[in-house]
């Protein structure tokens, strides 16, 4: 063990696991809060490290315990009793352990108090964070962003509230303030994407170049289609545009991908313009960087004032969730 | 050969085919254009017959000769003479021969002055039916539904004006008189539906039964959230549903295929009545029966006025199309 790597530990005080569907990343961090270390794997909790070899796990747990090892076994090896916080799916019906869902609106405080304690075979442990659900006529579930947008909370003025943008697989928008989350929508927006790029006719014309620069214009075309209010066939007619486009020689291939993205992205919109026009609070975007920029140009172009980017803040959340729950010792 | 076949071939005049994507159906009519015949095959154009063992194609129509012999090669043989006309995808540029898009509105007369010729190596020949393309800013097209369409005008009466739904895969709605087809669009509802259902997370919790029969109640309900004025955060969103309803315990698994059509095909309806909503012509639905069931309810939900059924009007239009073409003798 080299000598840094025995003084991060030394200084280490929590650890905080961002543990979701295809990804798992780990922050060491010290007692302040500030990030000495961070790790990242592929193991979502849809691909655990395999078994070794010529062996079988008799145990649904042994998975989970594999990743954790592997991803923050060499820190806990320093300081055994180093407190670990997990938020996302590994608290869903298909994680390590099922994590309470706690009814939104709710607080910083409210979730602490709710963790689900693992035990690891090895003797250790960590805890989970809750997932929030939104009763009512249509009910809506997160798992991992709570805990994100409790991380942009950290660093807003007292009095703000915000409304605060996740774009990605499943994109979501977040009312929030001191109190806590306030409200939230899910959009399948970015895995409705995938799945009509990948498995419908509109895949077929279209052409993808690795490393090629995101096609604006192509985007804003898509875009100022789902806005225009007079695209009243609604958005099952208008992404066969796609494909018609392409057929008179109007759309290429290579544009095609981003043309699409831009009819999805300005559906999102329309409704956000449904829902807050005139009277929308602060717009936060928090999430990969060319997809926030899309979503900032989207949002523009439909009237809303300026979005601010925050930047990732998954360890800031889980930091502030761990401090809450007397998991770290206060300063 | 048996007496049956040969006196059914001797009445022959003419021969159809109805050839799409997935599957092609072959219809001989007499001099009169009644169906003495029908076959079924899989060989759409996207699975064409094989090459026999240990040969390769050379020439890409080999595959649609081998179709086009397994499925009316018996007919030709007693008489060769018989004229075929073929419409679908069949005249797409994946198909045998690319036929031309003519501009809607389109006449009967139009299309029939259109046809393109395909030459088979065995000495055979054929025609396939124009598609139709309407230009402007979100283009649209179709090919075989002219013929389908056409079919169903042949048995309206002279003044009025249809509606005409054909759900499927891409549903198309088409307003037509007997001046021709005039204006349509499609709504990719049906592939929309596989895809979300086979590859995105709503799969995962849907069990599907076989031969269970359709559940009203479930396509009601996503229906009803289609149509509600306050669905405001529009399809992408209420998609999501399906997975927050099964997580809430609130709608079971083998309900959630229905509920999510429900919401799909309400979507779609919800777009013909902002554009047709107090001023629709008669409405007629056209297409696999359960399907159409469905879409009947769904418009009698939105407050449309009873739709009629038509049956399957492809070989209608088919004759129509040659009629009008001079393929067959006037009576």
Redesign the interface.
């Known amino acids: 063990v080299s000598v840094v790597a025995e003084n991060t530990a030394r200084n280490a005080a929590f650890i905080g696991l961002d543990w979701g569907t295809s990804s798992l990343r780990a922050y060491l961090m010290d007692a302040s809060g500030v990030v000495l270390a961070e790790e990242r794997r592929p193991w979502g909790i849809m691909q655990l490290p395999p078994a070794p070899q010529d062996t079988a796990d008799t145990q649904a747990h042994a998975g989970f315990e594999r990743a954790f090892d592997d991803i923050c076994g060499t820190w806990l090896q320093h300081q055994p009793d180093l407190p670990v916080l997990a938020c996302g799916m590994v608290g869903s019906a298909q994680g390590w352990k099922e994590a309470v869902y706690l009814d939104a609106p709710a607080s910083l405080d409210q979730l602490a108090l709710k963790l689900t304690r693992v035990e690891h075979s090895g003797g250790k442990h960590l805890h989970i964070v809750p997932g929030l659900?939104q009763?009512g006529?249509?009910?809506?579930?997160m798992r991992g962003e709570e805990t994100q947008v409790l991380g942009v909370m950290a660093t807003t003025p007292d009095a703000a509230t915000l409304l605060i943008g996740l774009p990605g697989t499943?994109s979501k928008w977040v009312l929030a303030g001191q109190g806590g989350i306030a409200q939230f929508?899910?959009?399948?927006?970015g895995?409705?994407f995938?799945?009509?790029r990948?498995?419908?006719?509109?895949g077929r014309t279209m052409q993808t170049q690795a490393d090629v620069a995101p096609d604006d214009a192509a985007f804003m075309r898509g875009l100022n289609?789902a806005l225009s209010g007079d695209?009243?066939?609604?958005?099952?007619?208008?992404?066969?545009?796609t494909r018609?486009?392409g057929?008179?020689g109007?759309l290429s291939g290579a544009a095609q991908p981003d043309y699409l993205s831009g009819l999805?992205i300005g559906?999102?919109v329309?409704?956000l313009v449904?829902?807050y026009a005139g009277s929308a609070p602060e717009i936060v975007l928090c999430g990969e960087a060319d997809l926030c920029r899309r979503y900032a140009l989207a949002l523009h172009t439909a009237g809303f004032a300026a979005s601010r980017l925050a930047p990732q803040a998954t360890a800031r959340g889980l930091w502030q969730i761990a401090c809450a729950a007397g998991l770290v010792p206060e300063i």
């Open positions: 659900i009763r006529a249509l009910p809506d579930v499943h929508t899910t959009y399948m927006t895995e409705v995938s799945a009509l990948q498995n419908t006719i509109l289609v695209s009243e066939a609604g958005l099952l007619s208008q992404i066969f545009s018609t486009l057929l008179t109007a999805l559906n999102e329309t409704s449904k829902r």
